[in-house]
């Protein structure tokens, strides 16, 4: 019996990709790829995982974004999903909005799912309140798309943070509720949340997670930031009461920048609470200032690299976009013959 997962994930094109969703997701998509396996073809072995890594470009259209913006950013996600250890022999990449099939699943989840169910979601409720008259209808219904994403692939694995996890609940709710109706179509998934990386959170408020949409922008450590930059960030880092350099709940602040240094480091936080215990915050800082700059410089210069063959990326996304709708379309076939839909 195939051991094989299905394992689906995406971001937004949007803003800038940080430090945060490198350890957060993409590094733990990429130790997916069963990297000590010297199968030569992964995609082939009947041991693998299937791995499916989104561009979820309509996702980043529930708020406004400028055209040319969006499409460059498209292009560089999926170029920093490669360069952070992607490998287009071993998972698929694709654009979401090239394959229309994901709209057409989130239509027909909207007819069967209760108005309720997405009034109730956390994130529409956090979000609508800070843009107020200027809440979308698309807002409100991300989460239906979010679900066709993942149903579409019977996906069994979704790696999510912890703010992302009741959208996978609801998809689990939906796919229950059309199987209810219409028989067993849908497969559910599973949300994977990643327990063993710290959550990497804003250099400017330790309390709130690093995020591309942070309006500060000394708050996120992005994966194409320049040297100059990265120290500059860094030394401006809010700190905490005191000198002292130890990871405890009382010092957020200083636990946060210990998190980051242990992992571009790749050693503990233990390790290092001994080597600064009789050192300045100035010296700590530049110190992971040059941790960081190091461990970004492979990832930046691999970027730089694929940048310069736009060939090879789009051959990439084209290949994955072939393998998305060659699957999704199976899905959508089941679907319009279980409702009743066309000829």
């Not at 941790?291 to 051959?315: D, G």
């Amino acid at each position: 019996m195939s051991d094989k997962k299905i394992i689906f994930s995406g971001v937004q094109p949007s803003g800038n990709l940080h430090i945060g969703n490198y350890i957060g997701a993409i590094s733990q998509w990429a130790k997916l790829q069963n990297p000590k396996s010297e199968i030569r073809n992964p995609k082939q072995s009947q041991n693998s995982n299937e791995l499916i890594f989104c561009i979820v470009d309509l996702h980043a259209i529930t708020v406004p974004q400028d055209p040319k913006v969006l499409r460059e950013k498209i292009l560089e996600v999926a170029a920093l999903y490669v360069a952070s250890g992607i490998d287009s022999q071993k998972a698929h990449i694709f654009v979401q909005s090239e394959n229309p099939d994901h709209t057409y699943l989130s239509w027909v989840f909207d007819c069967i799912l209760p108005f309720g169910s997405l009034a109730r979601m956390t994130q529409f409720k956090d979000k609508s309140m800070k843009q107020q008259e200027g809440t979308t209808v698309g807002l409100f219904n991300y989460p239906a798309l979010m679900a066709a994403d993942i149903l579409l692939y019977d996906t069994d694995e979704v790696p999510v943070g912890e703010d992302q996890k009741q959208h996978v609940e609801l998809t689990r709710d939906v796919a229950e509720r059309f199987n209810r109706i219409y028989g067993e179509v849908f497969k559910l998934p599973e949300p994977v949340i990643q327990k063993n990386t710290g959550r990497i959170m804003s250099l400017s408020n330790p309390m709130a997670k690093m995020s591309k949409s942070d309006k500060d922008p000394v708050g996120t450590i992005n994966l194409l930031d320049g040297r100059d930059e990265i120290l500059e960030k860094i030394k401006r880092a809010v700190t905490d009461s005191g000198s002292e350099i130890v990871k405890r709940e009382d010092k957020p602040a200083i636990s946060n920048l210990l998190t980051i240094y242990s992992i571009v480091a790749n050693t503990e936080v233990e390790n290092l609470e001994e080597k600064y215990k009789s050192a300045s915050y100035s010296v700590f800082k530049q110190d992971l200032a040059e941790a960081v700059v190091n461990f970004l410089e492979p990832i930046q210069k691999k970027y730089r690299e694929i940048r310069e063959n736009p060939e090879y990326l789009n051959r990439v996304l084209d290949e994955g976009r072939d393998f998305s709708t060659s699957k999704s379309s199976k899905k959508i076939e089941k679907v319009r013959d279980v409702m009743g839909l066309g000829r």
